[in-house]
């Protein structure tokens, strides 16, 4: 049985920094590309990065922002989010695909993130 778990998120100041992490379990990690996506209220879920056997990428909305990165020996993923601002206010999803599959396969359970002053 494949599980995420999200944590980190929280209540940050614009302009203030957040460190998600996602650990993974019930698969073999190392063979998997790992994703965080957003959801703002009213809003469609949107990808925010990945990480993969190819590399990493990042939408415009948080390029130089943010860095994902991941460690197989713990199975784990995380965004550092630095200079964040009220529009990344959102529920932040871990998510996982296995490299010959297009679409993600597994998601975590969300993390709120809320940056306001």
């Known amino acids: 049985q494949v599980q995420l778990v999200e944590s980190g998120g929280g209540l940050v100041l614009p302009g203030g920094s957040l460190r998600l992490s996602c650990v993974a379990s019930?698969?073999?990690?190392?063979?998997?590309?790992m994703g965080w996506f957003r959801q703002a209220p009213g809003k469609e879920r949107e990808f925010v990065a990945r990480i993969n056997w190819s590399g990493s990428g990042y939408s415009d909305s948080v390029k130089g922002r943010f860095t994902i990165s991941r460690d197989n020996a713990k199975n784990t993923v995380a965004l550092q989010m630095n200079t964040l601002k009220p529009e990344d206010t959102a529920v932040y999803y871990c998510?996982?695909?296995?490299?010959?599959?297009?679409?993600?396969?597994?998601w975590g359970q969300g993390t709120q993130v809320t940056v306001s002053s």
């Open positions: 998510a996982a695909r296995r490299k010959w599959v297009t679409s993600y396969e597994y």
């Open positions: 019930g698969l073999s990690f190392s063979n998997y590309g």
